[in-house]
């Protein structure tokens, strides 16, 4: 029995007596006066007993006086007979002589029977106040759900895009199966693994599959449900989580959102935290406390890896760190196609096309995708899944739904279609640039209008030359208006405030500045509550931050004047664009060519700079995460 729940029995007895006592003083019958033998027999020949009940078995009387007093008399066994004969001569007419005593432990329990009652409803509350939950007196269960064979499983057949990832969990997942082979090498297998990458990337997926493959018993518990109000719970979730998984060994434990508990000590704002800290202190020591042939293995995934605490990574805890990262393009095309099993796809459709036009979608956006494609084909009453549908549902993934209900008044609308076509026009006149997917003036999300770019291959690193034509690019909308009606709109905020960070990015972070040199200035930004950038201290001079400025406005300038050239120069096929805008109000990638085919690539000078977008769109008055690099 632990401490805790030892606690509370005792607090419950101790209930129960000081119940029992205060009934007891709470007695508000009747007060009762004792009598000797020689007063009651006086009482009894002046006339004053009014009721007599003698109780022969214990030699004692009780009963009531005239005047309305309870009395109690005790006399000697021998003068039973005696005493029974002056009552009945005095004539005392309520007189039960056979009246027995209710038994003391009777008596007891009718006095503590509200007692009873008022602590067990008490407790029925407190054992259901969990949540259906173990209760209080369970308060410090680990509440892991074991996965049973019997459950529906996902196996390595429906994971995709993450074959290295898939191979690192396969060895875990023989190693269970087969310890022997790997002792006999004298390997060690990894206490634990740890799975981090950005949000949607499959890195539960990958933990039920590992679930779905191994036979051997699997636990499945969320980091926040180790922390609780009490201080000392959620250690005692840990070591019974741990004694569990030893039990059932070999066994998996997985942890999901692991820097719910396993966050830096000691960082952010008015120190560390109680209880967090004492979880996560107590699976530092379970972990270390693991026996290499106990056959348990604590599988974690986060998408923070940077804030948990350095001491749960080292070596010997989370000894094998697995990136599960964006898929690329391979990766993407196995992810539709797992998708696309139990989907009506109209024969034909090439879901490699669909991959190519979905760079940096992770597994969730492509699981939402074909969704979506699934969602509008019913809509509509269609029998299969076409690319029309696949290509609305990428649209709706990137930027959201169509708003065709928003009325926009004429004038808006040639606004709107000038900044659209002037960042197509630029883009598709500089070198270097994404070519342009799409192009349309309808409203979708919280976009008045969008200009969709796409690459045509995966890539991982980023040109300067290809960083400073992104930047005329992003400027083209506004440069058109300016070119146009000299009166720019609020429309180009988006695009103004992701050039301004590209163009920081390439001086302070990325070392692009003729005249700074390749440098970094500054530290990333972090947040106050994990003990980042709080009272930190610029790490250079006034004059360099004055020359930062400069460099950040000389880009976005050179930049801006390039976009204002190529517009400037190619004035006939911007208003063509426009025109066919205004009539379509969408133009896909075949129709936008045919318009700018005879624009010529600009060989101006352009300066820009900051990490492209894999899918990269620009749009008016959108703040969407995927049209921000």
């Not at 999901?256 to 830096?264: N, P, W």
Request: glycine share 10%; net charge negative.
């Amino acid at each position: 029995m632990t401490k805790r729940r030892r606690f509370i029995l005792i607090g419950i007895l101790a209930a129960l007596v000081v119940g029992f006592l205060a009934f007891r003083a709470l007695d508000l019958g009747p007060s009762r006066e004792t009598l000797d033998l020689t007063a009651f027999e006086d009482r009894l020949a002046d006339g004053e007993v009014a009721s007599v009940t003698l109780f022969d078995r214990d030699h004692w009387i009780d009963g009531e006086l005239r005047d309305g007093t309870r009395y109690e008399v005790h006399f000697p066994e021998q003068y039973t007979d005696e005493l029974t004969r002056k009552i009945r001569a005095a004539g005392v007419r309520d007189f039960d002589v056979d009246g027995q005593q209710q038994s003391a432990w009777v008596d007891l329990l009718i006095r503590l029977l509200p007692v009873l009652l008022v602590v067990g409803v008490l407790f029925f509350f407190l054992s259901r106040s969990q949540g259906g939950g173990p209760g209080v007196f369970g308060i410090s269960r680990s509440r892991a759900k074991p996965i049973g064979k019997d459950q529906p499983t996902v196996t390595f057949s429906d994971v995709a895009g993450l074959d290295e990832a898939v191979e690192e969990l396969q060895e875990i997942k023989d190693f269970l199966a087969d310890p022997e082979r790997f002792e006999r090498m004298g390997a060690r297998i990894p206490k634990g693994v740890l799975l981090y990458g950005p949000p949607g990337t499959g890195k539960t997926l990958l933990a039920k599959a590992v679930a779905g493959e191994a036979a051997v018993p699997f636990f499945s518990i969320s980091g926040s449900d180790f922390v609780e109000m009490f201080v000392g719970v959620g250690a005692s979730r840990v070591r019974d989580l741990f004694d569990k998984a030893k039990t059932a060994a070999p066994a998996i434990v997985f942890v999901d959102e692991i820097d719910a508990v396993g966050r830096h000590r000691g960082a952010g704002l008015g120190g560390g935290h109680d209880e967090r800290e004492q979880t996560l202190n107590q699976l530092l020591v379970e972990m270390d406390g693991f026996d290499a042939k106990a056959g348990v293995i604590l599988l974690a995934s986060t998408n923070r890896p940077d804030i948990l605490d350095p001491a749960l990574l080292r070596p010997g805890r989370f000894d094998r760190q697995i990136v599960v990262d964006r898929p690329d393009f391979e990766g993407r095309k196995k992810i539709l196609e797992v998708h696309a099993r139990n989907k009506a796809i109209t024969e034909g459709v090439d879901l490699e096309v669909i991959a190519r036009r979905t760079t940096g979608f992770t597994g969730a956006d492509l699981a939402n995708l074909m969704n979506e494609a699934a969602l509008l084909a019913a809509r509509r009453d269609l029998e299969h899944i076409g690319l029309p549908q696949l290509e609305e549902a990428i649209d709706r993934v990137v930027a959201g739904p169509e708003r065709r209900s928003r009325l926009i008044s004429p004038t808006e609308r040639r606004v709107i279609a000038y900044h659209e076509s002037g960042h197509a026009l630029v883009s598709h006149a500089l070198p270097d640039t994404d070519p342009v997917h799409k192009v349309s003036i309808i409203p979708r999300g919280r976009a008045l209008g969008y200009t969709l770019t796409l690459p045509t291959e995966d890539r991982f690193l980023v040109r300067r030359s290809e960083l400073v034509n992104e930047l005329a690019m992003l400027l083209g909308g506004r440069s058109a208006e300016e070119l146009i009606f000299a009166d720019p709109t609020t429309g180009a905020q988006n695009d103004i405030e992701r050039a301004t960070t590209i163009a920081r990015q390439m001086v302070t972070e990325f070392g692009m500045s003729d005249i700074l040199g390749p440098m970094r200035f500054g530290t990333p930004k972090g947040e106050v509550f994990l003990g980042r950038d709080f009272n930190s201290m610029p790490d250079y001079s006034e004059k360099i931050a004055a020359d930062i400025d400069a460099e950040v406005r000389g880009l976005i300038d050179r930049a801006h004047d390039a976009a204002r050239g190529i517009l400037t120069e190619n004035r006939g096929a911007l208003d063509a664009l426009v025109e066919m805008l205004m009539v379509h109000e969408t133009l896909e990638a075949d129709q936008v060519i045919e318009v700018l085919d005879g624009v010529a690539p600009w060989r101006g000078a352009a300066e820009t700079g900051s990490t492209r977008p894999s899918a990269a769109a620009t749009s008016d008055q959108t703040s969407s995460r995927r049209f921000r690099p």
